[in-house]
């Protein structure tokens, strides 16, 4: 089986090198914007849709003539940005995906130029770290030589044929570099048990098996600190270099918090696969829900729809299947509510309630696990 992999290591580029990189972040970020106004234009007076190879002779042709810094960018980085773009329009148009919007991405693709140099080929002799760590470099167009975070890609190796290079930017001003790489890989052998999950607060995941997921609260355990954090940072005047100053300790405790939080869910989604060939979950109306303001943070800091993302990538390189009850269809069935035993629904269950007593057939459930059950069942009768 043929799959594409992704290997990100994060890189230490020199002030120079910073420049360069921000001069192509702020070009792909302007070519991407630019489009996006120029097409959503083109189709309210014309009635039809610029296609990638339009806006890819525009910008050859116009744009790099009335904006000649966009010269100094690399000219694959710029079609990198009209192809996503192009993507999520036809994503859109597909259903897959909401209206494509402006976005301040600090992210660039190279598709070609890119080279990795993990120092084995040099002389082995060379044993000090500060050689080692200087040894493992990414090449990037307009850019140059660029130090990896020690150890890498050596003691992470990287596998088949590369085909892309991302570098992002992240808002604590920290750079990573991301390899796509496509290889072969023996075809899975999928497990044959199938789970139902329903996803909470109480407790972060419920399993059909009896088995509860405790929720890790990254962000509550930070909250302290990260109050003190914004209270300094709103003190600072707007515009200053001090709030920017004070700006980088609130990015960086948030930053913080999302690895966290994605390291738990990788960690858990591959668990999950390994041991289940299909993963039932209920589809849910996350944007409806964190209008309560009661609630909102915790539903954010669950992020169940990363979750899912998470489990359905794991499971697609598995041979595992990912199921959802979808709870906007006809067949939507109330999880909750519903005896996983008898059928009977409980009209009166309120939120409040995680045990309840079926009056028709007698028997106790906790509230999260009938849940499960019942979407474990539903996605097997209607499949």
Excluded at 358 to 381: E, M, Q
């Amino acid at each position: 089986m043929e799959i594409r992999k992704a290997f990100k290591f994060r890189i230490y580029p020199t002030n120079n090198q910073q420049a360069e990189l921000a001069q192509q972040l702020g070009a792909a970020r302007f070519v991407y914007n630019h489009y996006r106004a120029v097409r959503e234009g083109f189709y309210i007076d014309c009635g039809s849709s610029l296609s990638y190879n339009d806006c890819q002779n525009d910008l050859t042709q116009q744009l790099k003539v009335e904006y000649p810094w966009l010269k100094e960018a690399d000219s694959q980085v710029l079609q990198a940005a009209i192809k996503d773009l192009d993507r999520a329009y036809v994503n859109f148009f597909a259903g897959r995906a909401d209206y494509p919007n402006f976005h301040d991405k600090q992210s660039i693709r190279y598709p070609q130029r890119f080279k990795v140099n993990d120092g084995s080929t040099e002389r082995s002799t060379e044993r000090s770290r500060r050689s080692l760590a200087e040894r493992q470099r990414v090449y990037l167009p307009k850019v140059g030589w660029v130090k990896t975070v020690s150890g890498a890609p050596r003691a992470r190796p990287i596998e088949g044929a590369m085909k892309n290079c991302t570098v992002t930017r992240t808002k604590s001003g920290r750079y990573f570099v991301s390899i796509q790489c496509e290889l072969e890989v023996p075809d899975p052998t999928p497990k044959v048990e199938a789970v139902g999950i329903d996803l909470g607060l109480t407790t972060f995941a419920a399993l059909s098996t009896g088995e509860k997921i405790e929720k890790p609260k990254y962000l509550y355990r930070s909250q302290r600190r990260l109050q003190i954090r914004q209270r300094r940072l709103s003190r600072k005047q707007k515009g200053s270099k001090h709030r920017n100053h004070a700006r980088l300790p609130v990015a960086v405790l948030h930053e913080r918090v999302a690895n966290q939080r994605k390291d738990f869910q990788h960690k858990l989604s591959r668990t999950l696969v390994d041991r289940f060939g299909s993963v039932s979950f209920e589809s849910l109306n996350v944007a409806g829900m964190v209008k309560n303001h009661h609630l909102a943070k915790s539903i954010s800091d669950a992020s169940w729809s990363q979750f899912v993302t998470f489990v359905e990538y794991t499971a697609a390189g598995s041979g595992a299947q990912v199921l959802r009850v979808d709870r906007s269809g006809t067949l939507w069935v109330p999880s909750s509510k519903l005896c996983s035993n008898c059928g009977h629904k409980n009209k009166n269950l309120t939120l409040n309630i995680r045990q309840w007593v079926c009056l028709n057939c007698g028997v106790i459930h906790d509230r999260d696990t009938n849940a499960a059950i019942n979407i474990l069942r539903f996605d097997k009768t209607s499949a």
